[in-house]
């Protein structure tokens, strides 16, 4: 192979199921898992300075393509995972919850930051203290910032989720509930 033939990526698992000569078997939600877990599309929601540690995530010392994210969509119907990274002013949040709902089915969402984890230092009368007052969030990042590795640590963490969840799973009266305790249709 020479030093310019494309990397072929080998690692990803196969999904547990029956193997014989000739055949292999496992369960569909095993391979959509699969299939969410490494096509995950963030869309960054940035307003300030945790947006530049995920912008150094993206770099090549991290390199997040590694995890299958590196394509960012700016458009919430080409995204299906949210991650919110920076102060969220209360004039702001009606339009994350905007580009929250705009999003499809199934998506995730990242509240990267004591910021939008729970307002940070800001415990102030004009910053929201923390976005799950608005919507449901699935993974939490400490730090103010926290580096790239928790980035990366906090999106592997969505990466299980997306692997697991059963394929009934947005469909149930359970996520109908918390969605309508957030007032979202
Ligand atoms: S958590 Fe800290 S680094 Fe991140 S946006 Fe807030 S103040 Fe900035």
Not at 27 to 56: D, H, N, Q
Not at 85 to 91: E, L, N, Q, Y
Not at 147 to 169: D, F, H, N, T, Y
């Amino acid at each position: 192979m020479s030093d310019n033939s494309p990397i072929i990526r080998t690692d990803a698992p196969a999904p547990a199921g029956y193997e014989g000569e000739g055949f292999f078997a496992t369960r569909l939600s095993s391979v959509v898992g699969l299939a969410r877990k490494y096509s995950l599309w963030p869309l960054p929601f940035a307003t300030s300075c945790c947006g530049i540690e995920f912008m150094a995530t993206l770099n090549p010392n991290y390199d997040a393509s590694r995890f299958g994210i590196e394509r960012n969509s700016f458009s919430p119907r080409q995204a299906d995972m949210l991650m919110v990274c920076g102060t969220i002013s209360k004039k702001l949040a009606p339009v994350l919850k905007e580009v929250y709902t705009q999003m499809a089915e199934p998506k995730w969402v990242i509240a990267v930051g004591a910021c939008a984890s729970s307002g940070g230092i800001f415990d102030t009368y004009s910053v929201l203290q923390g976005i799950d007052k608005i919507i449901p969030v699935d993974v939490y990042v400490p730090g103010c910032p926290p580096r790239p590795e928790q980035i990366i640590e906090g999106v592997i963490q969505v990466q299980e989720l997306a692997q697991g969840e059963s394929l009934r799973r947005r469909d149930s009266e359970e996520y109908q509930q918390l969605l309508d305790s957030y007032g979202i249709k």
